[in-house]
Nanobody
Framework: QVQLVESGGGLVQAGDSLRLSCAAS????????MGWFRQTPGQKRELVAN????????YYLGSVEGRFTISGDSAKNTVYLQMNSLKPEDTAVYYCAAISYFTLHEHGPESYDHWGQGTQVTVSS
């Protein structure tokens, strides 16, 4: 069984930076896409950023573009999210996710078949 394990969340002040990390463990698998979602209570899980390994193409949620950077290593199934200039509205549980099959539908959570347990990011004003 594949497990995605996140780390790096925490409590920071507005303007600070955090780096989230996600590593896969367990059964060997190959991912086509890895990404980060976030969710707040009562809200849908939204895609923050993802990366398609074959092309290196990335996607960013509009509100984080220019502040967050996704990177990683496809061979190791690891992905990072560097978050700079954090704002209180970035407060959420952040989830690492991966797609292990070919699909062009990479923006919705339903396409992702592997998930981490989530890590809390809290940004105080």
């Amino acid at each position: 069984q594949v497990q995605l394990v996140e780390s790096g969340g925490g409590l920071v002040q507005a303007g600070d930076s955090l780096r989230l990390s996600c590593a896969a463990s367990g059964r060997t698998f190959s991912s086509y896409v890895m990404g980060w979602f976030r969710q707040t209570p009562g809200q849908k899980r939204e895609l923050v950023a993802n990366i398609r390994w074959s092309t290196g193409s990335t996607y960013y949620l509009g509100s984080v573009e220019g502040r967050f950077t996704i990177s990683g290593d496809s061979a190791k199934n690891t992905v990072y999210l560097q978050m700079n200039s954090l704002k209180p509205e970035d407060t959420a549980v952040y989830y690492c996710a991966a797609i292990s099959y070919f699909t062009l539908h990479e923006h919705g959570p339903e396409s992702y078949d592997h998930w981490g347990q989530g890590t809390q990011v809290t940004v105080s004003s």
